[in-house]
């Protein structure tokens, strides 16, 4: 399974553009790209999935570049309540083979 | 609304007591799975299911076996369990790819 790489921690503040970017550098052929969220004591939440290119939904936007070998989580105009753990998610999921989840990006939002 | 439900939110065993964590969904899904989350370790795959009665090995398997005997009901069975997995437990589901996972809210297991 491609192993993922992103930041530890980001800080931001209300009403700004958070951008979390995601490394994955031995993406396969049908891997696809999910990205979730968790807020405490809860499970994560599916937020978005891409294979290429541009993918947006009412929550986010996902930019893939063409090699595939980053992705970028974009949140438009955070809030408090954006403040959980983002989690980059890479592989083909269900099926014979599951997703594995890294220790994610830890999003604090300022007031 | 579509639910994964994990029948305990908080439990308290002893060491080397038979643990049984329950989850089921109600979304007719083919696929179920167990993580426990740490401190620091992110989600880890204990075991999943991809079909009745079927079941693969995670990461980390060891101490865990599961059951399967419905496709709506996915169990996760501490043989005997120990303090090392005091843990937050997540149960999932998923249809296929495009649908994402479903989790539950997890049910966070201390062993004494």
């Known amino acids: 399974l491609a192993k993922t790489t992103q930041p530890i921690s980001m800080d931001s503040y209300e009403g700004q553009e958070v951008n979390i970017t995601c490394s994955h550098n031995n993406i396969a052929t049908n891997d696809y790209i999910t990205w979730y969220q968790q807020f405490p004591s809860q499970g994560p939440r599916f937020i978005i999935q891409?294979?290429?290119t541009k993918v947006t939904n009412e929550v986010a936007s996902l930019f893939i570049p063409a090699d595939r070998k980053s992705s970028t989580l974009s949140l438009p105009r955070v809030s408090l309540s954006d403040t959980a753990v983002y989690y980059c998610?890479?592989?083909?999921?269900?099926?014979?083979?599951?997703?594995?989840f890294g220790s994610g990006t830890r999003l604090q939002v300022q007031p | 609304d579509v639910k994964v439900t994990q029948s305990s939110r908080y439990l308290v065993k002893r060491t080397g007591e038979k643990v049984f964590l329950e989850c089921v969904q109600d979304?007719?899904?083919?696929?179920m799975f167990w993580y426990r989350q740490d401190p620091g370790l992110g989600l880890r795959l204990i075991y999943f299911?991809?079909?009745?009665?079927?079941?693969e090995k995670g990461d980390i398997p060891e101490g865990y076996s599961v059951s399967r005997e419905k496709k709506e009901r996915f169990s996760l069975i501490l043989e005997s369990a120990s303090t090392n997995q005091t843990s937050m437990y997540l149960c999932?589901?998923?249809?296929?790819?495009?649908?994402?996972?479903?989790f539950g809210s997890g049910t966070r297991l201390t062993v004494v």
């Open positions: 891409g294979y290429k």
């Open positions: 999932a589901s998923s249809f296929g790819l495009e649908d994402g996972y479903t």
């Open positions: 998610l890479v592989g083909e999921g269900a099926g014979r083979r599951a997703l594995t």
């Open positions: 299911s991809y079909d009745v009665k079927m079941k």
């Open positions: 979304m007719d899904h083919e696929n």
